[in-house]
């Protein structure tokens, strides 16, 4: 990942963009992109709308990782780290004995 995130930093870096990459933009820009994502399944079923969308779906989906990554650089998130540590809560709140094949939330076990 690191080195993702070096190639990020330096093509943003190269356009002098950081200036503007303050984290209530950046988190704009992540919402904004997840929702460009959501756009390509609307009116159609999952399969259609993968078939019919996969590149654009490749595109949104790296901007959304790709703001998320500067966001957590800006504020000084270490993402291996904060992924490991959501996968450990995670795996508190649904123990595979209550939710293994199921849809259902924490709260409702």
Do not use: C
């Not at 093509?11 to 200036?19: E, I």
């Not at 159609?44 to 590149?55: D, P, T, Y």
């Amino acid at each position: 990942m690191e080195d993702i995130l070096k190639k990020i930093i330096q093509f943003r870096d190269d356009r002098d963009w950081g200036k503007f990459h303050n984290p209530k933009d950046l988190a704009i820009s992540i919402s904004l992109e997840a929702n460009e994502l959501l756009e390509n399944f609307q009116w159609k079923n999952n399969e259609e709308a993968i078939q019919k969308n996969i590149e654009n779906i490749k595109d949104e989906i790296a901007d959304v990782m790709i703001y998320s990554l500067l966001f957590a650089d800006r504020i000084g998130i270490n993402m291996e780290e904060a992924i490991l540590n959501k996968l450990e809560k995670n795996n508190k709140k649904y123990p595979i004995s209550k939710s293994f094949g199921s849809n259902k939330k924490y709260t409702e076990f």
